[in-house]
């Protein structure tokens, strides 16, 4: 089974307003990415949190990591169209590969 | 900079059939990996390849074959394609073993088995 789930697996929100998704693994990593996918084309690499950190910044993206619970979660504050994509949280463990979840589907109206 | 090329773009083949899906990469990276994407399912990891010579099974190996001839290169083949292989196809690299840094994909391989 895949290590990454998020959640919720899809989302609608209006222009303007915070999109948050969350992502629960299974075991230990050394880090955790998200990454952005429009439809039919390749990922993009958004952000990566290292195990020993907690919470990261870009631009309008936030991102927490909660090793306890062995979860994360992505925040895009004032959302724009362009933001409508998949979202996907990807983990990487000792061994180097990078296991993803399911993804969600976010949907921006105007 | 060319990133992750992955050849070819699109695929139809027969039951049966067999074909090598091209990845290359010029980023000087160690990682390599493939990826086999469906609808609702995500990303699944099929092979992966620490360096050069080296390769190792992912969650979906059954059907697939790769190699791993040169620090750029990493092919991966389907020896006798059938239907539930229809997929879209990703390679993607990263720079290496214990080094926090992302993956780098390519654009993707569209195939379809009838």
């Known amino acids: 089974s895949q290590q990454g789930e998020e959640d919720p697996q899809a989302l609608s929100i209006q222009e303007g307003e915070n999109a948050t998704m969350n992502c629960s693994y299974k075991?230990?990593?050394?880090?955790l990415q998200w990454y952005r996918q429009n439809s039919g084309r390749g990922l993009v690499h958004l952000i990566l949190?290292?195990?020993?950190?907690r919470e990261k910044h870009s631009g309008r993206l936030r991102v927490t990591l909660d090793t306890s619970k062995k979860s994360s979660s992505l925040l895009i504050t004032a959302s724009r169209a362009a933001d409508t994509a998949s979202y996907f949280c990807?983990?990487?463990?000792?061994?180097?590969?990078?296991?993803f979840g399911k993804g969600t589907r976010l949907h921006i109206l105007p | 900079n060319a990133g992750v090329t992955q050849t070819p773009k699109f695929q139809v083949l027969k039951t049966g059939q067999s074909m090598t899906l091209q990845c290359a990469q010029d980023?000087?990276?160690?990682?390599m990996y493939w990826y086999r994407q469906d609808p609702g399912m995500g990303l699944r990891l099929i092979y992966y390849?620490?360096?050069?010579?080296?390769?190792d099974k992912g969650e979906v190996p059954n059907g697939y074959n790769v190699s791993r001839l040169n620090k750029r290169e990493f092919s991966l083949r389907l020896e006798s394609a059938a239907p539930s292989q229809t997929s879209v196809y990703f390679c993607?690299?990263?720079?290496?073993?214990?080094?926090?840094?992302?993956?780098?994909f390519g654009q993707g391989t569209r195939l379809t088995v009838v």
């Open positions: 990807a983990t990487s463990a000792r061994d180097d590969k990078i296991i």
């Open positions: 075991t230990s990593i050394n880090n």
């Open positions: 949190i290292r195990s020993n950190e």
């Open positions: 980023m000087n990276h160690n990682s």
């Open positions: 390849s620490a360096s050069e010579g080296t390769t």
């Open positions: 993607a690299s990263s720079l290496g073993v214990g080094v926090n840094t992302e993956a780098f």
